[in-house]
C-alpha cells in the first residue's frame, strides 16, 4: 500500500471516532516509515509525498501506523521491519541504552506541540481569557480531570510537569486520566468525563470550534517559556541501515528539508497545505484544518540539525518522571548530523 492509501485509510478510521539534492535517476528506493499515530505532527512526512520531493530523490515513501503506539512502532524499526521512525527521540535513547544502534538523525519539530485544553465553562468561571497570564493558566489545572493518551505518554508527561510547575502535587491535586487517542479524547471531552485534555493539532482545534474548549496553552507556539524550542519529535533508524546507502539517507533529509522549507515559504505555503488536505486530510472541515495549519507549522524547524544542547535538555526534562533515568553520556551517542550535512552540502 502506498503513503497516501494507507495514511488516508488511517485517517479516515480516526476521524470516525529551495534546491537541493539533485533528483535521482535510478529506481526508486522504498523507505517505509512507522508511525506511532496519524496526525500534523508528522507534517513534513506528507507533504514530501504531497509535492513530489520523496519522488525528486528517488525515494518511494510507505508509511504504516501502528496503534499500539509508539513503543511498537520503534520496536518495528529496531526489529528491521520498517526502515524510520518519527516519533520521540526519547525513544531513540531508550532504544540506544538498551544497546540497539538506533541513532537520531533529523530534526522534526521543536516545540512540544501537544497542546492543553479545558471546558471552556471552567474557563469563564476562572475568569480565564486569551491575556491570561502562564502562572494564571497553570493554576487553572487544580482539581481537574485530565485527560491524556496513555501512561508515559508525551502528553502524560506534559501533564506531570505542569502540575509541578503549578506547585501541584500530580497525585492528589489533579487526575490524570489515561483516555486514548485523538477519538477517545473527544468524545470523552464532549460528554464531560474529563475536564481537558493535551494532545496535538488538529485535535485540540476541533475540541475548541466544535465543543467550547478554552485553549489553555498553545504548546506549538512555545507557550510555556521552559518548553519554548523543546526537541519533540525527530527521524530515528539504526545506524546500519542509515550507512547501508548513506545517499539515500541524505536524499530523505532533503526531501524532509525541502518540505519543510516550503512550509515556511509564504509564496508556496497555502498551496502545500491545500494540497496536503486534498490528500491526506479532507475529512476534516477544511477552515478547521488550516486554523490548525496556521497553528501548528511555526513548531517545525527551518533546519533539521540536532544539537547536544537540544537532547540534553530532553535529558533532563524527562529524567524528572521516569524511574529508569537516562545517562548523560547519550545527549552525545545517540545522534549523528552526518545525513544532515551530507544534504545540506548539495544545496
Known amino acids: 500500500m502506498t503513503i497516501r492509501t494507507r495514511v488516508a485509510a488511517a485517517v479516515a478510521a480516526l476521524l470516525l471516532g529551495g534546491a537541493s539534492l539533485p533528483a535521482v535517476a535510478q529506481d526508486k528506493q522504498e523507505i517505509t516509515f512507522a508511525m506511532p499515530s496519524v496526525g500534523m505532527l508528522y507534517l513534513p512526512v506528507y507533504v514530501a509525498e504531497t509535492m513530489g520531493y520523496f519522488e525528486d530523490r528517488g525515494i518511494e515513501a510507505d508509511v504504516r501506523v501502528f496503534k499500539a503506539g509508539g513503543a511498537a512502532a520503534m520496536a518495528s524499526v529496531i526489529g528491521g521491519d520498517t526502515h524510520v521512525y518519527p516519533g520521540t527521540p526519547a525513544a531513540a535513547m531508550r532504544a540506544v541504552q538498551q544497546g540497539t544502534d538506533v ?14 485544553v479545558i471546558q471552556g465553562e471552567i474557563a469563564r468561571d476562572l475568569g480565564l481569557t486569551e491575556e491570561s497570564s502562564v502562572e494564571e493558566r497553570l493554576k487553572a489545572l487544580k482539581d481537574l480531570n485530565i485527560g491524556v493518551t496513555g501512561a508515559g505518554s508525551g502528553t502524560h508527561q506534559l501533564a506531570l510537569y505542569m502540575l509541578e510547575q503549578a506547585g501541584y502535587n500530580p497525585e492528589t491535586d489533579a487526575t490524570v486520566v489515561f483516555v486514548g487517542g485523538s477519538r477517545e479524547l473527544l468524545a470523552a471531552f464532549e460528554l464531560g468525563r474529563i475536564d481537558g485534555f493535551i494532545l496535538s493539532n488538529p485535535t485540540s482545534d476541533t475540541a475548541i470550534a466544535k465543543h467550547d474548549a478554552f485553549l489553555l496553552f498553545d504548546m506549538a507556539a512555545g507557550e510555556i517559556p521552559d518548553l519554548d524550542g523543546y526537541l519533540y519529535i525527530t527521524l530515528n533508524a539504526r545506524e546500519s541501515w542509515l550507512q547501508e546507502d548513506p545517499e ?11 518540505a519543510t522549507q516550503a512550509m515556511h515559504d509564504p509564496e508556496r505555503t497555502e498551496d502545500v497545505r491545500d494540497r496536503v488536505y486534498a490528500d491526506f486530510f479532507d475529512q476534516f472541515d477544511k477552515e478547521l484544518f488550516d486554523l490548525a495549519w496556521s497553528r501548528v507549522v511555526k513548531a517545525y524547524p527551518t533546519s533539521p540539525e540536532v544539537s547536544r544542547e537540544q537532547l540534553v535538555r530532553v535529558i533532563d526534562f ?3 518522571f521516569s524511574d529508569r533515568k537516562f545517562d548523560a553520556p547519550l545527549a552525545d551517542s545517540s545522534f549523528t548530523n552526518e545525513f544532515v550535512e551530507r544534504a545540506l552540502a548539495s544545496n
Not at 539517507?249 to 524532509?256: E, R, T
Open 103 to 116: 541513532k537520531i538523525f533529523t530534526a522534526l519539530m521543536t516545540q512540544y506541540a501537544s497542546n492543553v
Open 318 to 320: 524527562l529524567n524528572k
Open 248 to 258: 539515500r539517507s541524505a536524499n530523505l533529509v532533503a526531501a524532509i528539508n525541502d
